[in-house]
């Protein structure tokens, strides 16, 4: 069986069962698989390390196969094809969810083989690499069951229909010939207890059961959803991908589901970004409650308003940046020498040591987030609320400092304009909601908390040699994360200091409608190398564009824009200099940004009668 030895990172679809996920190939390869959950060590790894990381391959045998990938529409079941001489085939990939959801304790790969036309020989290649490629598996291969150990977990190979595998190496090895509707399957259970034995294996018709209902779970979800805009597919595959996302136990979303994939190949910015930061779940939560998704809300809530009376940050803040999945705030980083890196690019951070900066916008986006919820009152109660006013009454004795902004960039910290802007946003939003919901606060403070923030941003944040709001109050740099200016009504979308900003972005920030952050020559980030326009912010500037009533530009950069979307509708980080996709993937950053720009061009557009 062969592989390539690095595809490119977009070249994957994305299955998981909302505590975990994995990414597979389009040549059928899983590369990249934690469990039990996002940040716990890999089984598969071999996107960061192709000989060390770890994989688990089903594809056709033989050369010539073409290959094509996609989504069950409205779903998260993937489909490989291969298109052979000898006939068609494909492969089925999914992560139970509703009815056939794994018991506790256990994580299921489900892989169907079928043939739809002709004859198709397949291979079945099963090689676990443990702790991401530190621990090889004790191996017992017994009939149809291959039992691998790990040092936390066990995972079983069971195959089914005419199927035989047989030790090779450190793993299994096996075959399948079918015809015209034959079906064979190979299931991949994760057990956390080390010591467990093989689960019952999977006979054809709970295999059918399973499918059905993950397949009819996934409908129901989205059914839920009242998007009906212009772009239904792709805003439907951003919110399947925002849950795929989210850590169901606690309803806390990650910012992606790996590590160490470069922001550009041979560089050094290769981030863990397996965890849960306060300003993308936020935003994420927010973008779902946006089409109407609000469970999501309150599940986030939850887990967000558990965090401040918790304590035990790294910063001694009351919020910190980012924190496990669990709520744990401790995401020591360190670096894992032994793996080669995507393509060679080391080196590979596990871990992420931006967990101890300062970054005083997670407030802004937190506290914007959940004042869409349409019922907070009752979703947060009394004790939710003191919580929320103690944060505030907190930010407005501490919202006047340097910090290291929300691109985390280590090169020390600055009086940031966007950390400002969400702190206003904190006040305004804070101030509103206790009006709404007659809550006692100290209104008199946060308004004059806001209105201070406001004064300095307009005094110090605005260039007028550049005519922009600028990164921070110490120079003259552009940065697109100032386009959020006008979604949370710091500015309106036609005022003449926005309008100028927004053409100083254009000529400074964007080529060919795709939009750098900033500019690292401009503003040292105290890390070495360039990166590829940010994709949020690309999405971001569609929005701009549609408010400020640049329809004809908004429409022709997103429409632009959807064309840099993988096979299955899928965006990592970053757009490199040939299109190629790069960081980290998929990026919930990037599909709520998306979101976001499909409502505002559609409200936009409706408006203006097109």
């Given at each position: 069986?062969?592989?390539?030895?690095?595809?490119?990172?977009?070249?994957?679809?994305?299955?998981?069962?909302?505590?975990?996920?994995?990414?597979?190939?389009?040549?059928?390869?899983?590369?990249?698989?934690?469990?039990?959950?996002?940040?716990?060590?890999?089984?598969?790894?071999?996107?960061?390390?192709?000989?060390?990381?770890?994989?688990?391959?089903?594809?056709?045998?033989?050369?010539?196969?073409?290959?094509?990938?996609?989504?069950?529409?409205?779903?998260?079941?993937?489909?490989?094809?291969?298109?052979?001489?000898?006939?068609?085939?494909?492969?089925?990939?999914?992560?139970?969810?509703?009815?056939?959801?794994?018991?506790?304790?256990?994580?299921?790969?489900?892989?169907?083989?079928?043939?739809?036309?002709?004859?198709?020989?397949?291979?079945?290649?099963?090689?676990?690499?443990?702790?991401?490629?530190?621990?090889?598996?004790?191996?017992?291969?017994?009939?149809?069951?291959?039992?691998?150990?790990?040092?936390?977990?066990?995972?079983?190979?069971?195959?089914?229909?005419?199927?035989?595998?047989?030790?090779?190496?450190?793993?299994?090895?096996?075959?399948?010939?079918?015809?015209?509707?034959?079906?064979?399957?190979?299931?991949?259970?994760?057990?956390?207890?080390?010591?467990?034995?093989?689960?019952?294996?999977?006979?054809?018709?709970?295999?059918?059961?399973?499918?059905?209902?993950?397949?009819?779970?996934?409908?129901?979800?989205?059914?839920?959803?009242?998007?009906?805009?212009?772009?239904?597919?792709?805003?439907?595959?951003?919110?399947?991908?925002?849950?795929?996302?989210?850590?169901?136990?606690?309803?806390?979303?990650?910012?992606?589901?790996?590590?160490?994939?470069?922001?550009?190949?041979?560089?050094?910015?290769?981030w863990d970004y397996r965890y849960t930061w306060v300003r993308d779940a936020s935003l994420s939560v927010k973008a779902l409650l946006d089409l109407g998704l609000e469970d999501e809300a309150e599940a986030f809530r939850r887990w967000?308003?558990?965090?401040?009376?918790?304590?035990?940050?790294?910063?001694?803040?009351?919020?910190?940046?980012?924190?496990?999945?669990?709520?744990?705030?401790?995401?020591?980083?360190?670096?894992?020498?032994?793996?080669?890196?995507?393509?060679?690019?080391?080196?590979?951070?596990?871990?992420?040591?931006?967990?101890?900066?300062l970054q005083l916008d997670i407030y802004g986006e937190a506290v914007f987030a959940l004042s869409h919820a349409a019922d907070l009152a009752r979703l947060a109660g009394y004790d939710g609320w003191r919580n929320l006013s103690a944060?505030?009454?907190?930010?407005?004795?501490?919202?006047?400092?340097?910090?290291?902004?929300?691109?985390?960039?280590?090169?020390?910290?600055?009086?940031?304009?966007?950390?400002?802007?969400?702190?206003?946003?904190?006040?305004?939003?804070?101030?509103r909601l206790a009006a709404e919901l007659a809550r006692p606060a100290d209104v008199a403070g946060w308004t004059a908390a806001r209105d201070a923030v406001f004064r300095q941003i307009m005094e110090r944040g605005y260039s007028d040699?550049?005519?922009?709001?600028?990164?921070?109050?110490?120079?003259?740099?552009?940065?697109?994360?100032?386009?959020?200016?006008?979604?949370?009504?710091?500015?309106?979308?036609?005022?003449?200091?926005?309008?100028?900003?927004?053409?100083?972005?254009?000529?400074?920030?964007?080529?060919?409608?795709?939009?750098?952050?900033?500019?690292?020559?401009?503003?040292?980030?105290?890390?070495?190398?360039?990166?590829?326009?940010?994709?949020?912010?690309?999405?971001?500037?569609?929005?701009?564009?549609?408010?400020?009533?640049?329809?004809?530009?908004?429409?022709?950069?997103?429409?632009?824009?959807?064309?840099?979307?993988?096979?299955?509708?899928?965006?990592?980080?970053?757009?490199?200099?040939?299109?190629?996709?790069?960081?980290?993937?998929?990026?919930?950053?990037?599909?709520?940004?998306?979101?976001?720009?499909?409502?505002?061009?559609?409200?936009?557009?409706?408006?203006?009668?097109?």
């Amino acid at each position: 069986m062969r592989r390539r030895r690095y595809p490119p990172i977009g070249d994957h679809g994305l299955i998981g069962d909302l505590r975990t996920a994995a990414l597979v190939s389009s040549e059928g390869v899983i590369d990249w698989f934690c469990a039990p959950r996002f940040d716990a060590p890999s089984l598969f790894a071999s996107l960061l390390d192709h000989d060390r990381g770890g994989f688990f391959a089903v594809a056709a045998e033989g050369d010539g196969a073409v290959t094509r990938q996609l989504y069950l529409a409205d779903t998260a079941v993937l489909v490989t094809r291969f298109m052979t001489e000898e006939g068609v085939g494909e492969v089925v990939d999914f992560m139970p969810l509703g009815e056939a959801e794994a018991p506790p304790g256990l994580h299921r790969i489900i892989r169907v083989l079928r043939v739809t036309r002709g004859t198709v020989r397949f291979g079945i290649e099963c090689q676990p690499a443990f702790d991401y490629g530190r621990a090889e598996p004790e191996l017992a291969v017994e009939g149809a069951t291959a039992r691998f150990g790990g040092p936390e977990v066990s995972a079983f190979l069971q195959v089914s229909g005419p199927v035989r595998i047989r030790r090779d190496g450190a793993g299994v090895r096996g075959e399948a010939e079918l015809g015209q509707g034959g079906l064979a399957a190979a299931v991949l259970t994760v057990c956390h207890d080390p010591a467990a034995g093989p689960p019952e294996p999977m006979g054809a018709e709970e295999l059918r059961r399973a499918f059905r209902a993950t397949y009819d779970h996934w409908h129901r979800w989205l059914s839920r959803s009242r998007y009906r805009g212009r772009w239904q597919q792709m805003v439907n595959r951003s919110a399947i991908t925002l849950k795929l996302m989210t850590y169901a136990p606690t309803g806390a979303p990650v910012a992606a589901v790996t590590m160490g994939l470069p922001e550009r190949i041979g560089g050094e910015r290769n981030w863990d970004y397996r965890y849960t930061w306060v300003r993308d779940a936020s935003l994420s939560v927010k973008a779902l409650l946006d089409l109407g998704l609000e469970d999501e809300a309150e599940a986030f809530r939850r887990w967000l308003g558990a965090r401040v009376p918790q304590g035990g940050t790294v910063t001694g803040e009351p919020l910190q940046i980012m924190y496990r999945v669990d709520g744990d705030p401790r995401l020591d980083e360190e670096v894992l020498t032994h793996l080669e890196g995507y393509r060679g690019s080391a080196p590979v951070r596990l871990g992420n040591g931006a967990a101890g900066q300062l970054q005083l916008d997670i407030y802004g986006e937190a506290v914007f987030a959940l004042s869409h919820a349409a019922d907070l009152a009752r979703l947060a109660g009394y004790d939710g609320w003191r919580n929320l006013s103690a944060l505030l009454d907190w930010l407005a004795r501490s919202w006047d400092r340097p910090d290291e902004g929300i691109w985390e960039t280590r090169g020390g910290r600055r009086d940031f304009t966007y950390s400002r802007l969400m702190c206003w946003t904190a006040f305004d939003r804070g101030i509103r909601l206790a009006a709404e919901l007659a809550r006692p606060a100290d209104v008199a403070g946060w308004t004059a908390a806001r209105d201070a923030v406001f004064r300095q941003i307009m005094e110090r944040g605005y260039s007028d040699r550049r005519e922009a709001f600028v990164q921070h109050f110490d120079g003259d740099v552009l940065d697109a994360s100032l386009l959020l200016m006008p979604t949370v009504g710091f500015v309106s979308p036609r005022d003449r200091r926005w309008l100028s900003t927004l053409d100083a972005i254009e000529a400074g920030l964007v080529s060919d409608s795709l939009v750098h952050r900033y500019d690292p020559a401009e503003s040292p980030d105290g890390l070495r190398g360039d990166e590829g326009t940010f994709s949020l912010c690309t999405f971001l500037y569609v929005g701009a564009l549609a408010r400020a009533g640049r329809l004809g530009a908004a429409r022709y950069a997103f429409d632009k824009m959807l064309t840099y979307a993988n096979h299955v509708g899928l965006f990592a980080e970053e757009i490199g200099p040939t299109g190629e996709q790069l960081g980290n993937f998929p990026q919930a950053f990037t599909h709520l940004a998306l979101i976001a720009a499909a409502l505002a061009l559609d409200e936009e557009l409706d408006r203006s009668g097109a």
